[in-house]
């Protein structure tokens, strides 16, 4: 089991950046896959970037079309975090942003962070 703590997020004009931050409550060396997923209003849940560990010792990013080219996923294993970079943000990036990993059929979801992106 792991816990999972977003923050980051905010009020942000079209153009800027954000950097979100998840803190995991335990080492994520051992899960493959962690993502950040956002949900705008009215909308379903979609993925925005993952990081899959790939053999042998390095990953597979996976990024929504929409993003490609703008954000950016890392991970640091020593302090537990997974980090989203945002540039060149669009009023349409505005949504609650979710960090996610996953093991044995299991999903772990932080609370979310709100950004919003106006125009």
């Known amino acids: 089991q792991v816990q999972l703590v977003e923050s980051g997020g905010g009020l942000v004009q079209a153009g800027g950046s954000l950097r979100l931050s998840c803190a995991a409550s335990r080492s994520i060396v051992t899960f493959n896959v962690m993502g950040w997923y956002r949900q705008a209003p009215g909308k379903q849940r979609e993925l925005v970037a993952e990081?899959?560990?790939?053999?042998?010792?390095?990953?597979?990013?996976n990024y929504a079309d929409s993003v490609k080219g703008r954000f950016t996923i890392s991970r640091d294993n020593a302090k537990n975090t997974v980090s989203l970079q945002m540039n060149s943000l669009k009023p349409e990036d505005t949504a609650v942003y979710y960090c996610?990993?996953?093991?044995?059929?299991?999903?772990?979801w932080g609370k979310g962070t709100l950004v919003t992106v106006s125009s």
């Open positions: 990081l899959v560990a790939a053999m042998p010792g390095g990953s597979i990013t």
């Open positions: 996610n990993t996953r093991r044995s059929g299991i999903n772990y």
